[in-house]
């Protein structure tokens, strides 16, 4: 795939309230390592920052919170970077964290109820894709039981795309909106935030969305217009309660800003705006509740 060498904006419009909800902060030597798989798989990595410096950017640009992910390859891993994001999130209130578990790892459940209790972490990432995981596994069960008493979401990249085929196993066999709802079903009380509106099962995952009202969509990546794959024109209309803004800064080759000018280019109503760009975001990460 292709870097845009599209211009990017100084500023959020004037005026919007406006929280990034898909935001990867790394240690540098992981992100180091995310980048040259990008690079090499993926797209090119237009922004390569420093957490630190990721989490300042975005700020001097006007976005006023972020959500910032992190996701375990190997077992052993989660608890350093659930600690890590802890910090982040100490020295930058503008940051609110998620951890993360490898599923099935030793000590899955107590992974996920430290994150909660200890690091008092917002929420639990889980990419599929990364994690040769699907949606449905029983070695996810812990997780979400524990989320779910928590009342904290899980995000997980549990639709098929963007794949590729240099991960460690195939995203089409892995994921689907048919998992997602076997899940759900099984955890009807958890919340779960899928990314990349659910691609490339755009209408699935609407459907899906009509019968589990704890299910969110984040539109990272898809109101870009960089992939072959794009959501229906109407969604952010019909769903805009249900929709989160978010982006996969820094791991993006176009601008910073490229779905935010889309989103306040669509003609939505300033509720439905607010809605998409921050207040479904504060709703299911405030860890107030
Ligand atoms: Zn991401």
Known sequence: MPALNDPEGAHVPDGARVIDAHVHLFPDRVATAIWAWFDAHGWPIRYKLSADTIVQFLATRGVSQIVGLVYAHKPGMAESLNAFIAGLADRYPSVIPCGTVLPGEPDTRAIVARAFNRYGLAGIKI???????????PRLDPVYEEAAAALRPVVIHAGREPASDAYR???????????????????????????????DEFDAFDTLLDDFPRLMLDTTMMLA?????????????????RLIYGTDFPNIPYAWDRELRHIVAANLSPDARD???????????????
């Open 169 to 199: 196993c195939d995203p089409h066999a892995l994921c689907s909106a048919a998992a997602v709802r076997r899940a759900l079903e099984r955890h009807p009380s958890l919340t779960l935030v899928v990314p990349h509106l659910g691609a």
């Open 127 to 137: 990419h599929c894709h990364v994690q040769c995981v699907a949606p449905d596994d």
């Open 225 to 241: 217009n960089y992939f072959p794959v794009a959501p229906p024109a109407d969604l952010l209309h019909r769903r805009a309660d």
């Open 275 to 289: 809605a998409i760009l921050y207040k479904n975001t504060l709703r299911v990460f405030s860890r107030s509740s």
